[in-house]
């Protein structure tokens, strides 16, 4: 079976318009639920929320779809994604939604699902929810004596923030260091601010008074500038960014500098490996990664193991192979000691232990490796399968015969918006950046028809 609903992380789009309707909310809770009823216990499903206001629409179609197939609904409210996926474990739910768009602006919204084992469904149970969808879910509906009961866990905050602190080494503590943290006006403006406190530390707290509008605007993972310019100003010890659903983290160190997720994963590898907790001998991450990373792994003879774009698949090689670090240039940072999918605020914890342990600024701890010179665009496009045109393959195989052993090409189309996404790195900087605007200009002229002719 093939989705068609669902996509690299749940199902996203424009709310109140398809998928992300409260029509098509309460058939995916009908679906789900159905799937994951087994037996006669009472059936729990939790649920979870950013600060869109759109979750205000999505969060009651979605209890209804559960509690009409006979599940009892457990309302978290705002709380991170990674929350979600904990609390379903440790409630032993049968099922954890959260209502997102990650990174997404205010007006998108999103459904991501979480077994009862806290992890993220594969592709197989999500193309099975769908098909359910697709034939019909009203004959799930359960007799008026077995409908669900909705309640709200009002401490749920309160046990992911005690959940967080206790993986930060408990010899180690954050006095005396200053930190910004910028939680995009997102689901981590409780949390966040408060665990950082809570271990010791001086906290400049940014971002973190959502209205429903303002998530993720000129703020956040995916537009720190306020973070980094936060740093300077307070004279802080480094600067942490989240996004909108906090299972995403950028770093900045006292200079205002960023750190990407492939430095933040340099680090706490190596970090796992002094401290002999490193499992699978180095760590998954995804085709995105920079190649620098690869060779300051060898380097430390551990490996480095790609997979598809999204920390899902991320998780599922981790699972698979042994491996307990894993996550994306991004930022998104999987460590399965803790966590079932990314975590910003863990991972977080997990770079200034080290930090606190050594006692070297941000600056000389986060410049791990020599990253290799990258290039990313995105080409918008009217249609995603622009890819499988003759002329698109052509330029393709053109640009990957000039890189030939010298650096890497990788395009994917975008799972969440119409853009083609174009990334190319090798050691010569001049050669990517005029590879990828090649290749960029043409598949904008496919895209176009061939209207214009190509330079």
């Known amino acids: 079976m093939t989705r068609k ?32 009823r087994r037996g006669d216990h009472r059936h729990v499903v939790v649920i979870g929320k950013d600060t869109r206001l759109s979750g205000y629409m999505l969060e009651p179609a979605l209890t209804s779809g559960f509690l009409s197939v006979g599940m009892d609904v457990v309302l978290l409210g705002p709380i991170p994604t990674p929350a979600v996926g904990m609390l379903t474990h440790s409630l032993r739910a049968d099922l954890g939604v959260m209502i997102s768009a990650s990174h997404n602006p205010y007006d998108d ?35 008026p004596g077995r409908l669900g009961r909705a309640r709200r866990l009002d401490d749920a905050n309160g046990r992911y923030i005690e959940f967080v602190k206790s993986t930060f080494p408990r010899r180690l503590r954050l006095d005396g260091l200053k930190i910004v943290v910028d939680c995009a006006n997102g689901a981590a403006y409780k949390a966040a601010p408060r665990v950082l406190y809570e271990l010791g530390a001086e906290v400049v707290d940014i971002a973190c008074d959502p209205d429903g509008f303002n998530i993720n605007h000129e703020c956040g993972a995916t537009s720190p500038g306020a973070m980094q310019s936060a740093v300077v100003t307070h004279g802080a010890d480094l600067g942490l960014s989240l996004d909108g659903d906090a299972d995403r983290l950028i770093v900045a160190d006292e200079r205002g500098k960023l750190i990407d997720g492939d ?14 907790r490193l499992s699978g001998n180095g760590l998954v991450a ?58 910003g605020l863990i991972a977080a914890l997990q770079v200034l232990a080290p930090l606190v342990e050594s006692g070297q600024p941000a600056n000389e701890l986060l410049s791990v490796f020599e990253p290799v010179p990258q290039k990313l665009t995105n080409v918008r496009v009217a249609d995603r399968t622009v ?69």
């Open 263 to 276: 430095q933040i994963m340099a680090l706490i590898t190596g970090f796992m490996q002094r401290e002999e």
């Open 5 to 36: 609903l669902f996509g690299t992380d749940g199902i996203r789009g424009t709310a109140n318009r398809e998928p992300i309707t409260a029509e098509t909310a309460l058939s995916v809770a009908m679906a789900a639920g159905a799937q994951f």
């Open 109 to 143: 919204n999103g459904i991501k699902l979480f077994g009862p084992d806290g992890f993220k469904l594969s592709d197989e149970v999500e193309a099975a929810i769908e098909h359910r969808i697709a034939s019909g879910v009203h004959e799930t509906l359960v007799a």
């Open 286 to 343: 995804t085709v995105m990664s920079n190649l620098g990373l690869e060779r300051h792994l060898h380097g430390l003879g551990l490996d480095l193991i790609r997979t598809p774009v999204g920390d899902r698949y991320v998780v599922e090689r981790m699972r698979a192979d042994g491996f307990n670090i894993g996550g994306e240039q991004s930022g998104h940072i999987v460590l399965s000691d803790y966590t079932t999918t990314g975590d």
């Open 387 to 455: 890819m499988n045109l003759a002329a698109v393959k052509e330029a393709v195989a053109a640009t990957e015969s000039r890189l030939k052993d010298q650096g890497r090409l990788v395009i994917r189309p975008s799972g969440t918006e119409p853009v083609i996404r174009i990334m190319a790195e090798g050691d010569d900087a001049d050669m990517i950046g005029e590879l990828v605007e090649e290749l960029a200009e043409a598949i904008r002229i496919a895209g176009e028809g061939g209207r214009r002719a190509a330079p």
